[in-house]
């Protein structure tokens, strides 16, 4: 079975930093591309990052210049840095793989909270 296991979530003080990891177990396939979501309460999931074979990447306004997402050499594993990180970033973030025959595969999620 095919499964994203996601860590690095935690509780952190406004301006610090983490560091999200996404890895895939199982024969998952060819990867297309890998990204970042993230739900806070009361609100939609919205998309935070995306990274695609070539090297393109894409970001939320929200995150942009804070936030850069990575990959391993395998593309098995999907990595989110998050700098100078603001209350409004607090919510559960989660992974997607995409394979190229269009098989979408989430994480389980992880809790991010930045407070003081």
């Known amino acids: 079975q095919v499964q994203l296991v996601e860590s690095g979530g935690g509780l952190v003080q406004p301006g610090e930093s983490l560091r999200l990891s996404c890895a895939a177990s199982?024969?998952?396939?060819?990867?297309?591309?890998m990204a970042w979501y993230r739900q806070a309460p009361g609100k939609e999931r919205e998309f935070v990052a995306l990274?695609?074979?070539?090297?393109?990447?894409n970001y939320a306004d929200s995150v942009k210049g804070r936030f850069t997402i990575s990959r391993d050499n395998a593309w098995n594993t999907v990595y989110l840095q998050m700098d100078s990180l603001k209350p409004e970033d607090t919510a559960v973030y989660y992974c997607?793989?995409?394979?190229?025959?269009?098989?979408?595969?989430w994480g389980q999620g992880t809790q991010v909270t930045v407070s003081s």
């Open positions: 199982g024969s998952i396939g060819r990867v297309s591309n």
């Open positions: 990274i695609i074979r070539g090297g393109l990447t």
């Open positions: 997607k793989v995409t394979t190229t025959y269009a098989q979408n595969y």
